[in-house]
């Protein structure tokens, strides 16, 4: 058995209060939330082994804000555009669940453009596998992927259809705040080389290899009464302080969702997502003695601290903005499909993987029991083989990806499917004509983006398994993600 939908599915609906648009419009607002923690035994995913858990430390949920922008000059009071925001405590969005996803939507919503529906992961390595294949799960006493799968997808099904349904009018604040979360992750050393997670009290340690990017934007909803009742939170960071444990965690997002509550009501629907951040991680780099002695002096959990920094952008923010709420807005909603380049597998890239592949294979044969995690590395460089195989019949191959463009009022905000490197969503930011722009990202399968400086110094995230599209990619989508961006402000004059 599978956990019921929380009673109340706590359900709240929000929208708009004041500004002048561009063309007179009302915004409705509906929010729900859902768990979609399992109550058996569960495989998580994030690691190159497999861990079953068996607790559950922190709820898994999934979280839903439903938008519509309706033609207030019409007499039928006709749609303009929707958008749909569904954040899911998960490692990402694979192919399979979007789309059972989105079918179990349209059963319950034959009319509703389930293109609309942006589903996004917060990256916590300590929630339910989604991927079929991915580790050698036992057969009994664990939930199986397909069952765990179909469960996620009726919930957040269920929860998108309760959010549509009771949308109602309000208004909306956006905010702009910071807290130092994320730290970049890939250690540069004398020699030119990285290393993720490396030391950086190393005599030939040279710096950080990219920036650090600390905003958190916010955006704010509200009932007709002025009761707060959703909030989208953005942190250019994933969600993996407890990343290596074997049990169900929603990682910092829990404490900050639970803090977040308690300030504010539980009527708050908070649905997070992760900006760009292929190249940051909450782990420390450095000054680590320094950072940890305040918190064990606030007498503070790591991920209690990490979310006492989050809440206290968050509140900072909405004492700017609780003030400057929006009824009309503009509402534009692009999606598109595009093409991307995707990272040449080489001669040399092909024979190391080969021999790593075949290495493991053996290993497993071998002793299936010892090899703990050779499975997965069995796979990981499997795929490198067949990309390589792959390149001769098809030597320019691409990847399709699904990626969104949004307005809502003055802020613009986009996504992608990648952990896509920092630099990337510097470009995106300082290019778009939007006052507040942002990234969400893992909106889809998950794989690093590296930059041509991460590619040079190598390692986990910039090497050619870690990656499907490299630095060539990651421009075109910057580039095309810009121009949808910007051509919502063209638009609107």
Avoid at 176 to 192: E, I, P, T, W
Avoid at 273 to 286: I, K
Wanted: with cysteine; net charge neutral; glycine share 6%.
């Amino acid at each position: 058995m599978l956990m019921k939908i929380w009673n109340p599915v706590c359900l709240l609906f929000v929208l708009s209060t004041g500004m002048t648009s561009l063309a007179h419009a009302d915004l409705l607002i509906g929010t729900a939330t859902t768990s979609i923690t399992p109550d058996q035994p569960v495989a998580v995913s994030g690691q190159f082994h497999l861990r079953v858990a068996k607790d559950v430390e922190s709820p898994v949920t999934a979280n839903v804000i439903a938008l519509e922008s309706r033609d207030a000059n019409e007499s039928d009071a006709k749609s303009k555009d929707i958008v749909i925001l569904v954040s899911l405590d998960l490692v990402y969005i694979t192919a399979p669940v979007r789309s059972r996803i989105r079918a179990a939507v349209h059963q319950r919503l034959p009319d509703l453009d389930t293109s609309k529906i942006i589903l996004n992961a917060t990256h916590t390595h300590t929630a339910p596998v989604t991927t079929k294949g991915k580790y050698p799960i036992p057969a009994e006493g664990v939930i199986q992927v397909s069952e765990y799968i179909e469960f996620l997808s009726e919930r957040v099904a269920d929860a998108i259809a309760a959010a549509w349904k009771d949308r109602k009018p309000g208004s909306v604040s956006w905010g702009l705040s910071d807290a130092v979360v994320a730290y970049n992750r890939r250690a540069v050393y004398a020699n030119g080389k990285a290393q993720m997670y490396g030391r950086t009290n190393r005599p030939d340690f040279s710096g950080l290899e990219g920036y650090e990017d600390h905003d958190i934007n916010t955006l704010f909803f509200w009932d007709q009464s002025g009761t707060l009742v959703g909030m989208l939170v953005n942190v250019s960071c994933p969600t993996q302080e407890v990343e290596s444990r074997s049990t169900v965690n929603a990682d910092f997002w829990h404490p900050a969702r639970e803090a977040l509550h308690k300030q504010y009501g539980e009527q708050v629907c908070i649905v997070a997502s992760v900006g760009a951040a292929g190249d940051q991680s909450p782990h420390l780099m450095y000054r680590k003695a320094a950072d940890e002695r305040m918190r064990r002096l606030r007498g503070l959990t790591r991920l209690e601290e990490i979310a006492r920094r989050v809440v206290r952008a968050v509140n900072e923010a909405y004492e700017v903005v609780k003030n400057d709420r929006h009824t009309d807005v503009p509402l534009i909603h692009k999606v598109e499909n595009i093409s991307l380049p995707m990272r040449l597998v080489t001669d040399a890239e092909y024979a190391e993987a080969k021999a790593v592949s075949e290495k493991a294979a053996a290993a497993i044969k071998k002793d299936p029991k010892a090899a703990r995690g050779l499975q997965m590395r069995k796979k990981w460089y499997g795929g490198v083989v067949q990309r390589y195989e792959q390149q001769k019949m098809n030597p320019e191959p691409t990847l399709e990806t699904e990626i969104h463009a949004i307005r809502i009022g003055d802020v613009a905000i986009c996504t992608n499917r990648f952990e896509l490197f920092t630099d990337f969503w510097i470009c995106i930011k300082a290019r778009s004509k939007a006052v507040q722009t942002i990234v969400i990202q893992l909106a889809g399968p998950g794989t690093y983006l590296p930059t041509e400086k991460a590619v040079r110094g190598g390692h986990y995230s910039a090497i050619v398994e870690s990656n499907l599209v490299g630095p060539e990619g990651g421009h075109i989508l910057v580039d095309r993600t810009v121009e949808l961006i910007n051509s919502m402000w063209k638009s609107s004059k």
